[in-house]
């Protein structure tokens, strides 16, 4: 099926172009001004952008096991909705996936019924007790891309290292969610002024930084690649930036939360701004900005976190952490960062799309002849409110409900097939 996409401000070789988009089945096959060919479909981006489309590191369907929250369906959909053509989901689940059966049924409930394509990061122990390594090989048959400990970091250095080892023979990065328990027990959040106003435990940037420095002298002996999740303070930062400088495999993400948010945001003690890490001072906000534009920070990822309302809707202590984060990433960023001059709009792309494509080896992630048809239309200049009847995930736990900002998806095509209109 061929469709064109006419009059479109195309995102090719680093800037904006008015172009058409011809694609065929899952294939870009031509890309220049004024197509005039026959085609099945042809879609009309006047005074629209296109995209490559978004990539999403780290996401949490809750499938199985939790699809009371968000399942594969209503998660790949919101996905779809926010621009996103492929999304990696983590692996604390109910049952964790930790073994072959279990990424093969998220691979399958993906492919059939997917709105985006969902690869699978895999468990780095049996059931994330950080006790004995998960079976990674049998996994790697399944396809995972990577593995990780989100949700429940390894406290043990030597287990760690054993895994980081074990890893580095398969050529996959290890993604590591850095907090130390001891440091962060009873916190939530940020140890600051805000914690010490509300009466609320607090957790320390340390409980990140130190892990972190950890971690990275580990996967150093163990020649391991290494991804760094959700980095939310300036420290940690600088240990990343240093340990680049001296050359060795690391990259990392940094959210939109804690790119747009400050521990202010829970002063009124909305449980939809409770995140681990938690979000941290307008310094750190700052210096996250600072190092995504500088490299430092390579991807912007969401932590799609979805949390029913009953869950969220109590008491600040009992709330679990997690925002939902697919719908609203790129209208609260394109309106906050790239609107006030602080991301170039061209950079926003890259750290959404092309450089997460490149970590994950996918032929996607730009626009050119080749490429899968992985394509995304915005209106940047009309506007778009979050209201909890809008929303289509499960889950309504974001700070950004009632909210609105500029940056509307129109379309989101995946392999070509078009996955969200509006």
């Not at 420095?213 to 930062?237: D, F, Y």
């Not at 080896?361 to 899968?372: A, D, F, H, P, T």
Request: aromatic residues 6%; glycine residues 6%; contains cysteine.
């Amino acid at each position: 099926m061929k469709t064109i996409i006419k009059n479109g401000l195309v995102y090719i070789n680093n800037k904006f172009e008015e172009v058409d988009v011809l694609f065929d089945n899952d294939r870009i096959i031509e890309i220049r001004k004024d197509i005039q060919k026959d085609a099945d479909s042809t879609i009309d981006a006047t005074n629209k952008h296109v995209f490559p489309g978004f990539i999403d590191l780290h996401s949490h369907l809750r499938d199985p096991g939790q699809t009371y929250k968000e399942d594969i369906i209503s998660g790949t959909k919101a996905a779809a909705k926010g621009g996103f053509t492929t999304i990696c989901c983590m692996p604390n689940t109910d049952p964790i996936i930790d073994n072959i059966a279990t990424v093969e049924y998220i691979n399958r409930k993906a492919k059939d019924f997917g709105f985006c394509k969902v690869k699978v990061i895999g468990a780095m122990t049996k059931k994330t007790e950080g006790k004995e390594i998960a079976e990674i090989g049998s996994m790697m048959e399944g396809g995972i891309v990577a593995v990780s400990d989100d949700g429940a970091c390894i406290q043990n250095a030597k287990l760690l290292q054993n895994v980081m080892k074990y890893t580095s023979s398969f050529n996959i990065p290890v993604i590591i969610h850095a907090e130390d328990y001891n440091l962060s027990k009873g916190g939530q959040i940020n140890a600051g002024k805000m914690s010490t106003k509300l009466g609320l435990g607090g957790i320390p940037g340390l409980a990140e930084e130190i892990i972190i420095a950890r971690n990275i002298m580990i996967a150093e002996k163990a020649k391991c690649q290494v991804h760094i999740a959700h980095v939310s303070t300036k420290k940690a930062v600088d240990i990343i930036a240093e340990a680049k400088k001296n050359g060795l495999r690391i990259t990392t993400e940094v959210t939109p939360h804690h790119l747009l948010l400050t521990e202010d945001a829970c002063e009124n003690f909305d449980t939809n701004t409770k995140v681990k890490p938690p979000l941290r001072t307008e310094n750190d906000r700052q210096a996250m900005i600072k190092a995504l534009n500088e490299g430092i920070i390579d991807f912007i990822a969401t932590d799609h976190a979805p949390h029913s309302d009953f869950e969220k809707e109590r008491e600040f202590n009992l709330a679990p952490f997690g925002i939902n984060g697919f719908e609203t990433a790129f209208a609260t960023l394109y309106t906050n960062l790239v609107k006030k001059n602080e991301m170039s709009l061209e950079k926003l792309i890259e750290v959404m799309s092309e450089k997460p494509a490149n970590f994950l080896k996918l032929n996607s992630g730009k626009i050119e002849v080749g490429k899968k048809a992985d394509l995304v239309i915005a209106d940047l200049n009309a506007k778009i409110s979050f209201k909890s009847d809008n929303i289509i995930s499960k889950a309504n736990n974001t700070p950004f409900i009632g909210k609105t900002f500029f940056g509307k998806i129109t379309n989101t095509f995946c392999d070509g097939m078009l996955k969200w209109s509006n």
